[in-house]
């Protein structure tokens, strides 16, 4: 079968691209896969002008206007060739442009839409742009929906027509490196012995990172000789600026701040000279995550600010620490500080990494793939 992987954000790299990466990799026996994805200019952190976002007053609307124009020129430069594909799996896209190009270009092609979140949380516009993506979605003719969770399931459910089947399929996240070993890593980034709480990905104002240093500056680890907080990522919607200003008012000194895009190196790095990672998301985490995903091929424990599909997945999985408060998260900081319940979590990331292993979602990807008539 012909498949086409669509995506808008793949030249940026990052989990978009490695998510299509290990998607062809592990099915290319199975589909005739095709990609497409625009190809856009990247700054100097390694983010495309369809996501770049600055802290200008606005800058969110202006995102999402670009994502859509530019999107929708590249579906239509690329609708022909698009269609002679029998199934179109769209993995990354702006969500209006997205349905009007389906009714547009595609119509009579097979569908498949990776949703990443089904959370309307934001401010009025966004809510509001957010269910009626969805609305307009349930009346079109999709042939079906993959998500990353339950919990994101539930909520999908509610905003969709009944009639378009969702797929669970946890996010697998892999890289081409293997893990270096953890003294070597740590040497690498002059951490020499010390212990390592990490903040890695893109930094996002959705993902509070603040909350983290301010539980970082109230633990046992607070400026202690032997511990570090380790801050990689490249900033989008924030400045690095901003990111130094909450270090300093929570007198925060014993930090490092990698700011800018990683690469699979430097990522494979910052992971295996980790300890633990920190996701003080909360609710706004809604869908999964590829750092925590990552977790499991570095065994390594994730202390997450309880709610939605991460907190969830965290908590019955037991891969770490879901904490309801500002005080259960400095509370899992000092046990792992003090190396409490390590051997515990180390049982159950293994048990994760074989139950979420991409050998595991290939299965998965081919039945929904092929359950498309």
């Not at 190396?339 to 998965?364: E, P, V």
Request: positive net charge; proline residues 2%; contains cysteine.
């Amino acid at each position: 079968m012909s498949v086409a992987l669509i995506s808008l954000t793949y030249k940026c790299r990052g989990h978009s691209k490695e998510y299509i990466d290990n998607l062809s990799k592990h099915l290319h026996n199975s589909f005739d896969f095709s990609l497409y994805y625009y190809n856009q200019k990247l700054n100097r952190n390694g983010v495309g002008v369809l996501d770049y976002k600055t802290e200008q007053i606005g800058a969110p609307y202006r995102k999402i206007l670009r994502r859509f124009f530019y999107s929708l020129r590249f579906y239509f430069s690329n609708r022909k060739s698009i269609r002679d594909n029998k199934l179109l799996y769209f993995t990354d896209y702006e969500y209006l442009s997205l349905l009007l190009s389906i009714v547009l270009f595609f119509r009579k092609n097979k569908k498949i839409v990776w949703i990443h979140s089904a959370s309307c949380d934001g401010n009025f516009f966004y809510k509001s742009y957010k269910k009626l993506f969805f609305y307009l979605l349930s009346k079109l003719q999709i042939d079906g929906c993959v998500v990353n969770g339950t919990e994101t399931k539930n909520e999908l459910v509610k905003l969709i027509s009944s009639k378009i089947p969702v797929h669970v399929i946890q996010y697998p996240s892999e890289l081409n490196v293997l893990p270096m070993n953890s003294i070597d890593a740590k040497k690498q980034l002059g951490f020499q012995n010390k212990k390592v709480f990490s903040l890695i990905g893109m930094i996002r104002k959705d993902k509070n990172y603040e909350y983290a240093i301010s539980a970082f500056a109230q633990s046992n680890a607070f400026n202690n000789p032997d511990s570090v907080l380790h801050i990689a990522g490249a900033p989008s919607g924030i400045s690095e600026s901003s990111v130094l200003e909450w270090l300093r008012q929570h007198s925060v000194k014993n930090y490092k701040l990698d700011s800018g895009y990683l690469s699979e190196e430097e990522i494979n790095t910052a992971f295996s000279a980790s300890d633990c990672l920190l996701m003080p998301y909360g609710n706004t985490g809604s869908s999964q995550s590829g750092p925590l995903s990552l977790c499991r091929n570095y065994g390594l424990p994730a202390i997450v600010r309880g709610g939605g599909e991460i907190g969830r997945y965290v908590e019955y999985e037991e891969v770490g620490f879901s904490c309801n408060n500002l005080k259960e998260f400095i509370t899992a900081m000092n046990m792992i500080h003090s190396c409490k319940l390590l051997t515990k979590f180390a049982d159950a990331i293994l048990k994760a990494k074989r139950k979420f292993s991409w050998s595991q979602a290939a299965i998965k990807y081919k039945e929904v793939f092929n359950g498309v008539k």
